[in-house]
């Protein structure tokens, strides 16, 4: 039964860590965007301050799905 | 807790998330006293007891309050440091509103312009250090979202009234594609106030957190230096992140609230 005990615990710090790969994925979006950002405005720098609204929301969307593997960590840490 | 103390003989002891435990103004809790099961509920914190998070939530309230009402008293053509402050944010915020929701969109700026600046002052204020940020608890925010979320489908129904499902079948897409895109901008259109809510929360906690975390290594000697460089470095990225986040929540109200004001693709 001990052991039981023991490994739910063990898989709970697993599944937190497994958990935190995802922010990778989360990494790669905004850095994404940034970077079509960047560059799409090194071509045509006049229309940049008009996108900047664009850009943040891009990058909001791209890093509400790394929140999202964050918050399953943080359940498997503190609530499970 | 899964944050015990690890290691705690060499002085490395990690707590980085005791700060956002929430206690009682005005009376002190003994670690472990509250246990609804055995009975035990002297440690629990009362519906009706302030606690750090009603401080902290009031101060913002009251910054806010001074720099918009206060600041702005005077009405000089010339404005005070303060005054301009008021004006730009004001200025910026209107904008945005202008901009992502159209002009119709600005009958409803006095309740983003007060997200906006709560929620900057909330981030800005839990920067403080020894203060509390009350932004990092998924309960403060999920109420903002949550109003933002309800708000925006009701004003939906309201203004187009069934029209607004348009929202979910998509007229440009082709009709064996609309069953299936609508299942997917339904859940979309659900998990809305989820991200909207977690986004704020989870960036302020995860912020203050490593700040915490190199706390604890500013103990051992020998990497000290390198670990308060550390927390200045952070702090600075964290002041950025509160101001950031502050406009990304905004801005994803103008976006909802675009989508309720002009359904449709």
């Keep these: ?63 509400a799905l790394g929140i999202f593997s964050f918050l399953v960590a943080l359940l498997l840490l503190f609530a499970a | 807790m899964a944050t015990e103390a690890q290691g705690e003989g060499s002085g490395l002891v990690f707590h980085p998330m005791d700060q956002f435990i929430v206690k009682p103004l005005f009376r002190d809790i003994a670690p472990g006293s509250c246990d609804a099961a055995a009975g035990l509920t002297d440690g629990c914190v009362r519906w009706y007891e302030p606690t750090n998070v009603t401080l902290w939530l009031a101060l913002s ?27 730009l944010t004001y200025g910026m915020v209107h904008k945005m509103v202008e901009d992502v929701s159209g002009k119709d969109g600005l009958r409803y700026f006095p309740y983003v312009f007060t997200l906006f600046c709560f929620i900057l002052f909330a981030n800005l204020l839990g920067l403080i250090p020894k203060s509390f940020s009350t932004t990092s608890h998924i309960a403060v925010t999920a109420v903002l979202a949550l109003f933002v979320f309800l708000g925006v489908t009701i004003l939906g129904f309201v203004l187009n009234g069934t029209h607004f499902l348009n929202l979910f079948w998509v007229k440009s897409a082709p009709l064996a594609l609309r069953p299936v895109l609508a299942i997917i901008e339904l859940i979309s259109y659900f998990v809305r106030p989820v991200s909207h809510s977690i986004r704020l929360a989870g960036n302020i906690m995860a912020g203050h957190a490593v700040i915490k975390v190199f706390a604890a290594f500013a103990a051992i000697l020998a990497i000290a230096p390198i670990s308060i460089l550390a927390i200045v470095g952070m702090y600075g990225l964290e002041v950025l992140v509160a101001v950031i986040q502050a406009y990304v929540f905004t801005i994803l109200t103008c976006v909802y609230l675009k989508d309720a004001l002009h359904p449709g693709h």
């Design chain 1, 1 to 63: 039964m001990e052991n039981v005990a023991t490994y739910a615990e063990l898989g709970k710090y697993l599944g937190a860590g497994l958990a935190c790969i995802g922010m990778a994925g989360a990494a790669m979006g905004v850095g994404n965007v940034a970077g079509n950002y960047l560059s799409g405005a090194l071509r045509n720098p006049s229309a940049a301050a008009s996108q900047t609204a664009t850009l943040f929301i891009g990058m909001a969307f791209a890093e």
């Design chain 2, 61 to 87: 309230a009251l910054v806010v309050f001074a720099l918009f009402v206060l600041g702005t008293r005077g009405r000089a053509l010339i404005p005070s440091r303060v005054q301009s402050v008021a004006e």
